[in-house]
Every structure is written in C-alpha cells, then in structure tokens.
C-alpha cells in the first residue's frame, strides 16, 4: 500500500525559486566565492591525499588470500579473514539491535510523545549523546555490558555498544525523516478510520522509510570503522577462527589494522594499509547506497 | 518499499549465525580442545602470536585469542581470573601481586625471550659516540625537567644545540623498564618528553629531527637502520664488558649489553594450566620461544634459562622471583636458580 500522493522529501527549492537577477556582483561576494572554493578544494585534496597513500601502500597486497588468511607472523602470509568476517557480523548484529530500538524511539517522540517539559529534555540529551567521543560508550559498555552482564569480551557486547554508539544518531535521522511525512497524509489515513498505528505502519513508515535508511547506513558506516570503543571492551587481536555465536571471542578490521601499524616491519604497514583499502571500499558501497535509495525515491515521488 | 523486505535478510542471518560453526577436522594427535585466552603486553604480542599460529597448525580445535591491552591492563584482567595467560614486558608490580592473590589467582612466571632497549640518534648527530648511564640519566632524570634542554649541558664537548627527547608513553613496560634501568626508580622521568605509544612515532620524530635522541625496542631499529643511528651504552663496569656496547643480539646474549637488556615474560594462571590444553601450550611456547623468538625481532633466552623455566613450569612453581626486592637488572638465569 504505497500513498498516492507525497510530497518529495527533498524539495528541491532552486527550481520554485524566482531566477536571481545576476546585476552587478559586489567584490566580497567574490572573495566569498573564492573562499568556499577553496574550503572544498583544501576538504577534497585531503580525502584524495588520504585515498592516495594507503592505495598506493596497500594495494598490491590486496588479493584473495590476503581476505581470506587468518592472521600470521609473517606479514605476506597474513590476511583478514578472521577480522572481515568479524566486522561483518558485528555490523549485522548493530543493525539488527539499533533499528527497530532507533526507528521505534523515533517513532515514539514524533508521532505519541506528548509535547511537555520531559520530552524536550529528552531531545535535548539526545542530541548531546550524538556527540559524545565514542570512547566513553567504550567504556559505559566495558562496565554494564563485559562486567555486570558478563557478556565478556564478545560479538555480542562489542554489537551492544556499537549500538549504543550510533543510536543518537538514528533517532535523530528517523525523526528528520518522519517529520518530513505531511500532516495531510496522517489526517488522511485517520479520517478513514484508520487506528494510529495502522497510520504509522501504512502511511508514514513507508514514506519516510528511504530518509530512515539513508541516515542508519550512514550512521552504520560510522560504526564500522570505530576502533575506540572495541578496544575498550577488549576485543582482541590474534583471533584465528571465525566466530560461531554471539559469545565467541572476534575481532574486527580497524583493530587488525591498528594492530599492524604499529608493528616495526615496513611489511605490516603495507598489510594495515591494504586492510584500511578493504574498510574504505565496504564504507563507500555503503555510502553509495544511501545515496542510491535516496534518488530511486526521488523519482518515484515526483 | 517494504519495511519487512529491508530487515528480513539481517533478521534471517542472525538466527543462522549461532548455526554457523568452522569445520576444520585437522588431524589433531591428542584432540585437545578448548579455549586458551591471553592478553596484555603489545611488545610480547608477535611471540604468542607466533606460538599460536604454530600451535594452532598442530592443535586445530584449541581456540587461541590473543589482546594487547599492555602490560598493565593484561595485568587488570589476569588477576580477575578473565584470562589465561598474561603477556608481560616487565616483571609483575607488588600491587598487581596483591591483587592476584585478593582474588585467589596464583601465577607462574615464564621468561620467554629478552629484548634491548635501543637508544638512537638522528643519522646526521656527528657528536654522539657512545653513552654512559649517568649521562642517560642526567638527560631523562626527573629534575632534569626544564633544566637540560641543550646537547652541552650533558657533556661540554657537545654542541649548543637543543636536546629534544622521543620515549615511550609511560603506562609501556619499556618505558617503566627504561626509567628503572637507568634512574634506578621505576617511573621516575622528566615529564616534558614527546611521549608515544607507538614506536614508530618515536622512530619519525628522530629521524626528522637531528637534535633527537630516543628509545624503543631493538626490532624498531632493526627495521629503520637507515634512518637512524645507533648510540653504544657504556654501563661503567668492566666485568660484563668494558667500555661502550651496542644493542644487538650477540651482546644481549652474552649479557654486556647492560642495564639495558630486559626480559620478557608469560604468566600462567596456575588454576587454568591444569586444563590439558594450556599445560600442552605453554610447554609448545617454552619449546619453540628460542626459535620463533629472533624471527620476531627479539632475543632468544640461553638455553640454560628456557630449561630452568621449563622445570619452573612442569614444577608449578608460583610467585615472581622479582617479588623479594631483587633488582630485574640481575641475570635470568641467577634469579631462576635461585627461585625454583
């Protein structure tokens, strides 16, 4: 059951926008020009130069060994199975346990929470925690969920606090996303007779769903690439198995490179480098993904 | 777009994870099984790492993990019983000591291998010949801080050029083994080093500065010999050779590279190494730590020493033979004779 009729989430503004008369542009607006210019460019060269040194290091050890060996002593033997496979299933047990947590607080301060003094504290904690340096939820997680809960140093505790990572961030992007839903389309759903979660679950979800998704993927692709709290809980670094459960011992592919880059082989280095290579390529399919979903939404609504 | 289609493919992947189990039947002569959990120090790390590897060839069920939270934080959780084994680039603290025993955790301690702590210049510092102890320790001294900050204050000879140091951070082992090497107080330093707890930091910053001087591990010079120069310890005793001598293999062996020569350690929980599996471990690490050792970039033990830790082990014998206030500048294989 898809809405008839939405309106497009991101309006774009230029083309209902009167065409600016171009008169006589003032020098400031000028510098200004040149001074954003740059800030891209100076933000861009850094991304490339980053890209650039760990291809140019990495790339010839990249092959199907190097994805599926387990770790060695000797750097050309060594590869990232045991940690690819680990970062896999880590992030596969974060977005199971941060959507629906994420999307149904979402949910909850959007469409039931009533708009009093307890809710907008809320927001406003919540919008604190997004921006709390990821180490503290290492060490938060360390305590409640290694020790009182006696997880131990698992998948299942380094998913957990993961999760409570990035779960700021997806409350955040889901109640932009559902915010965006017309009011039209509730007031539609309701005067049919619709229940209100039959309105949630019909109506708005579905509409707001891409907007959901592209801000989880973004937020899983920065819970991916997180070393900080890992290391904190204890996730360990020689690992030559794969995990068989969420109480197995794992390790994940920032660790494993943080590992050998702090080896003195020169070797090494080259393996951390080729290991950041595979991190990139999984963290921009990612990417490329929330923004693949976004357009297909695009077009449809239009 | 379906809420279900999105979230039924991770769902489904989940309930089959804990399905999900490795089939390796490697031919295993004793079918040892089980779980063997170590962790602390990141300078000991390569030789369990190596030990595990050869021993998982021959012992494919045994799940050997291995951490590097350092010496220190190996330390935290050994003696709360969470592991197995600690790796230890420094003896065990009288604290940690307390601890282990506050939780009924008895240990037996293992030298594994030695390392040397290298002291090196930048390649373009013409006037470091060599070094004495008291010179090192004049430079890294606590009330040194803010006072030695030029090359000719150490010897007059010397140009009048800034002094800057490089050294680890101090919650390593190498640096908690420097300071009492060389200070005679463990800990006790100037605080304004440019500290790192990454070596090969400390091995940029020397080889970009030519008024540095820094140290780490032997392997981290060994690895960037072009960059660096080597700077010869001189102890100032003439029994255990005289004059200036150099951090390599030969001398650390031989024992004339002093103060400067540290050993490394395994503790074994003396509770989990009645499991078969970590008994079969740690007489697989004691066997084979002289051979994997150098391939690491470290030093391997006299012979002499690897047998007196073997029968340390078969024997059980528990405690630190450091913990009787004896200097960890006295040879392995004295204290050993003498502890067990």
């Not at chain 1, 997880?151 to 965006?180: H, K, M, Q, Y």
């Not at chain 2, 001087?213 to 001189?234: R, T």
């Amino acid at each position: 059951m898809q809405p008839a009729q939405a309106a497009p989430m991101y309006a774009d503004s230029s083309s209902e926008a009167a065409p600016i008369e171009r008169a006589k542009w003032p020098i400031s607006d000028l510098i200004f020009q040149v001074c954003a210019l740059l800030a891209i460019l100076l933000a861009l060269s850094v991304i490339i130069a980053l890209l650039f040194d760990i291809f140019s290091d990495g790339f010839h050890r990249l092959s199907w060994d190097f994805l599926t060996s387990f770790p060695s002593r000797f750097a050309a033997k060594a590869g990232i199975y045991s940690a690819l496979v680990g970062s896999f299933c880590l992030m596969l047990l974060t977005i199971v346990f941060s959507l629906p947590l994420g999307v149904g607080a979402a949910i909850y301060l959007e469409e039931y929470a009533p708009k009093n003094r307890w809710t907008a504290l809320l927001e406003l904690n919540l919008a604190n925690l997004a921006g709390v340096p990821s180490i503290i939820y290492g060490i938060l997680a360390l305590q409640i969920f290694v020790r009182w809960l006696d997880f131990d140093r698992s998948l299942l505790s380094g998913a957990l606090a993961l999760t409570l990572l990035i779960l700021p961030v997806i409350i955040i992007a889901s109640r932009e996303a559902i915010r965006t839903v017309p009011r039209t389309l509730r007031e539609a759903s309701l005067a049919l007779g619709a229940t209100q979660w039959q309105t949630i679950w019909t109506q708005v979800l579905p509409v707001a769903l891409p907007g959901i998704m592209t801000g989880c993927i973004l937020a899983f692709s920065r819970a991916i690439g997180e070393t900080a709290p890992l290391i904190t809980i204890g996730a360990l670094t020689y690992v030559a198995f794969l995990p068989d459960g969420l109480f197995s011992s794992f390790t994940a592919l920032p660790i494993q490179a943080y590992n050998w880059v702090s080896r003195p082989q020169e070797a090494f280095h080259a393996n951390a480098a080729a290991a950041m290579v595979v991190l990139l390529i999984i963290l921009l399919s990612m990417n490329a993904f929330a923004i693949l979903l976004r357009v297909k939404y695009q077009k449809r609504t239009r | 777009m379906r809420i279900r289609d999105i979230y039924a493919p991770f769902l489904l992947a989940v309930l089959v994870l804990p399905a999900w189990k490795t089939n390796v039947d490697a031919a295993v002569p004793e079918n040892l099984s089980g779980t063997i959990k170590v962790d602390g120090s990141s300078t000991v790390y390569p030789i369990t790492e190596a030990v595990a590897e050869e021993f998982g060839k021959i012992h494919g069920d045994v799940r050997v993990t291995v951490g590097i939270s350092g010496t220190g934080g190996g330390f935290k959780k050994f003696c709360t019983g969470e592991t197995d084994i600690s790796d230890a680039s420094r003896p065990i603290k009288p604290s940690e000591i307390e601890t282990c025993s506050a939780n009924k955790v008895d240990f037996i301690e293992l030298p594994v291998a030695y390392d040397a702590i290298s002291i090196v210049v930048n390649p373009k510092n013409t006037w470091v010949k060599s070094l004495t102890v008291a010179d090192l320790k004049k430079m890294w001294e606590p009330e040194a801080q803010g006072k030695i900050t030029k090359w000719n204050q150490i010897r007059s000879e010397w140009p009048n050029q800034p002094l800057r140091l490089f050294g680890p951070g101090i919650d390593s082992g190498t640096y908690d083994y420097f300071t009492e090497a060389i200070m005679g107080k463990e800990d006790a330093s100037r605080g304004d080093y440019t500290s790192s707890e990454d070596d090969n930091t400390i091995v940029q910053g020397v080889a970009n500065d030519v008024n540095a001087l820094g140290f780490f591990g032997l392997a981290y010079y060994e690895e960037n010999k072009g960059k660096l120069k080597m700077v010869p310890v001189d102890d100032g005793k003439g029994d255990n050779g005289a004059g200036p001598q150099m951090a390599n293999a030969e001398n650390v062996i031989e024992g004339i590279y002093q103060p400067l020569s540290r050993p490394l350690f395994v503790y074994v929980r003396k509770q989990a190494a009645e499991r078969p599996e970590i008994k079969e471990f740690v007489q697989f690490y004691l066997k084979n730590t002289n051979t994997l050792s150098p391939e690491v970039g470290y030093v391997q033990l006299p012979d002499k020493v690897t047998e007196l830790a073997t029968n340390r082990f078969a024997e059980r014998v528990t405690g630190s033979v450091y913990s009787g206030g004896h200097s960890q500048l006295a040879t392995l294989e004295e204290l050993y004779t003498k502890g067990s």
